[in-house]
């Protein structure tokens, strides 16, 4: 069985907060979902149905019985020389397991990978989702010669009722993500080494519901102090920013010589 341990959504995880991905790992009991997560879920699932159906003729690689067997089936159709797209290509690098959304011969011997997003742009976490997918493709061999998020056209309009043909657009990303591609490894350890240690410290924050909404709010919430009775956060023009960015949260405790007016 090929063994992995990190994800494309687990490493996103991490990088919108470590104590997000620990405690998905190591006390997933403490998630509570929110009510929009499935309607989300299938709403995705729909978008990226249509996004085959777009780019015909392909194979999809099935989980069945496992994601291991999605990594052989994978590994064997690229190496019986298949020309036609493939859906939910399975690779393995480095312990990390990623399925990409669509791949597209270039006719060149090389591959064009499309992660297919819910959106009308590309958005700096698809990106990251994009570079993950492509490092873990690359290290696994496939000779991957272009990438985009293929997103949504917001300048698509409805020829006739259900005909959904440019729904989609593609954002290159090929040459941008490089710099993202060459950190993946180093990322890579240092969840493994975040991982095996204990619970982070990390505060709660804006990060907690951007990009994603995030499962574990109710715990970290009752991990932190009491929120101050007077806080900064009160103070117009401003006020508060400064004087959180000084460390100060609590106005009654603020020294006074930073209350200038």
Known sequence: ?????????????????????????????????????????????????????????????????????AVRT????????????????????????VRCDILEPRGDGTWHMAEVKNSTVAKAEHVRDLATQLWVARGAGVPIGSAAIRHLDRDFRLPEDGDLTGLFADSDQTSDIAPIVAERGALVA?????????????????????????PFQVHCLSTQPPAAEWPVAILPYGGGNRLAALGHDDLTQVPPALLTN
């Open 190 to 214: 240092d969840i493994r080494t975040m991982l095996a240690g204990d619970e982070p410290d990390c505060v709660t924050g804006t990060h907690c519901t951007s990009p994603y909404h995030c």
């Open 74 to 97: 994978t590994a064997d159709l690229l190496a019986a020389g298949h020309d036609a797209p493939i859906y939910e290509a399975t690779f393995v690098h480095n312990g990390v397991l």
């Open 1 to 69: 069985m090929t063994r992995h341990s990190l994800s494309k959504s687990r490493i996103a995880a991490y990088e919108q907060c470590p104590r997000k991905l620990w405690l998905a790992t190591h006390r997933p009991e403490l998630a509570e979902e929110d009510a929009g997560a499935q309607a989300r879920y299938a709403s995705g699932h729909a978008v990226g149905d249509e996004a085959c159906r777009q780019s015909p003729g392909g194979v999809m690689v099935e989980a069945v019985p496992n994601l291991s067997a």
